[in-house]
């Protein structure tokens, strides 16, 4: 098994976004951490629309990978393993293509991992809801200031927030313990040890559609005895795009069946009754030690 180097992978599924990709990665080429202690892995599910050409233009500004799957469907699972596999560096950032970090986004991630201890670390970001971006004009119109703004304006608009901000902000000391926080473990901003991942065999492809992919691997990454932790402030935003609202609550519905079938323990099927939140505010605090076999 290859040997992991102290650093941050970020892995950044695309599938079609090439013009929203671009500003994922102008965000990533403006970060605080050394350039040598970062790179970007590009996984294409299968895009249409070049999007191979845009990442000609980052070569000399990142240490940056461009990998590509066939389009065989909604696959974004399989293109974060892929992401895995490749990642020369311990922690590894799950950055949805479509989202703009702050200038001190991996740094603040590598701190949050700089114990010994397992850990989950979720990230929150401005524009995040649970299937859709709210106010999409304000937004909109925000990303278009200069960018040394942005996050100013975007720290003073509070209908902007991430939708897990306040029922975090009410958990004492923003302590995550024993408060089911696998249900909120969304990996369009969310880190973890390779090795972690690694033990546990990364996403489970049986995903074909959007949703539940990473609560399932959260649940799987409680169960291996993985803390969850969560990134000071709001250090990313999701640029917002038009989405099928509609659709996406079906194919969360169908896949919230499977995963209470793979994990039968009673703290898991409240994903059939229970909202998010009440999941959270209801919180349970079992441990588990058992992890799974390695990633082939």
């Known amino acids: 098994m290859k040997q992991d ?3 941050i992978s970020v892995v950044v599924p695309t599938y079609n976004y090439r013009d929203l990709l671009r ?6 080429c403006d ?4 350039k040598s202690l970062y790179e970007v892995i590009v996984v294409d599910d299968g895009s249409s629309d070049n999007t191979f050409e845009v990442i000609h233009a980052y070569k000399d500004k990142i240490n940056i990978l461009y990998l590509y799957q066939p389009d065989f469907g909604f696959r974004v699972a399989a293109a974060r393993n892929l992401g895995i596999v490749q990642a020369k560096y311990e922690i590894v950032l799950f950055f949805d293509s479509g989202m703009i970090a702050s200038r001190y986004l991996l740094e603040e991630h590598l701190k949050v991992h700089s114990d010994a201890q397992p850990a989950a670390v979720i990230g929150l970001s401005y524009g995040v809801n649970e299937f859709c971006s709210s106010n999409f004009k304000k937004l909109s119109e925000i990303l278009q200031e200069p960018k040394d703004t942005i996050f100013q ?11 897990r901000f306040e029922i975090f902000s009410n958990l ?3 302590n995550l313990e024993g408060h089911s926080a696998w249900v909120t473990f969304w990996t369009g901003n969310a880190s973890v040890r390779r090795a972690d991942l690694i033990k546990i065999n990364g996403f489970d492809e049986w995903f074909r559609s959007w949703g539940g992919e990473d609560v399932e691997l959260g649940i799987r990454l409680q169960k291996a005895g993985c803390a969850f932790k969560l990134l000071p402030g709001m250090e990313a935003v999701h640029a917002p795009h038009e989405k099928d609202s509609e659709q996406k609550v079906r194919d969360s519905r169908n896949n919230i069946q499977y995963i209470c ?3 039968p323990e009673r703290e898991y099927q409240t994903l059939k009754t ?14 588990y030690v058992n992890a799974e076999s390695s990633l082939a």
């Open 23 to 28: 500003k994922t990665l102008d965000s990533l």
């Open 153 to 163: 304006l975007l720290s003073i608009s509070p209908e902007l927030y991430d939708c």
């Open 31 to 34: 970060q605080s951490l050394d």
């Open 172 to 174: 004492e000391g923003g």
């Open 261 to 263: 079938k793979k994990h």
């Open 274 to 287: 229970l909202a998010w939140q009440e999941i959270i505010e209801t919180g349970f605090n079992h441990s």
């Open 5 to 7: 180097v102290e650093g």
